[in-house]
Nanobody, 120 residues
């Protein structure tokens, strides 16, 4: 019943920018944390950035000072502004949210992923 939909991925040249968006919909009581993960070919999925319901962000060292995570709670939406992109940022980016449903069941939900490709 809960769905996360990402958008904003694409192909960009090194040094360029992209903004990812993720909107959660469905039977939602509240959302705790939201975040972005990424997975490159042959690599483990890793946390890129997360943000609490109060707006406190956390970033992986590799993206700190380049990426900015934000959220608009009224729309259950989280954003990831990515600047100064590097080829090593190339990956599938997944939105994640910890959600309490109307039945008071807490679970982690994932989007389908959006491809980000940074060319040299």
């Amino acid at each position: 019943q809960v769905h996360l939909v990402e958008s904003g991925g694409g192909l960009v040249q090194a040094g360029g920018s992209l903004r990812l968006s993720c909107a959660a919909s469905g039977v939602i009581r509240s959302i705790n944390a939201m975040g972005w993960y990424r997975q490159a070919p042959g690599e483990q999925r890793e946390l890129v950035a997360s943000i609490t319901s109060g707006g406190s962000p956390n970033y992986a060292d590799s993206v700190k000072d380049r990426f900015t995570i934000s959220r608009y709670n009224a729309k259950n939406t989280v954003y990831l502004q990515m600047n100064s992109l590097k080829p090593e940022d190339t990956a599938v980016y997944y939105c994640n949210a910890r959600i309490l449903t109307s039945d008071f069941t807490t679970g982690d939900y994932w989007g389908q992923g959006t491809q980000v490709t940074v060319s040299s």
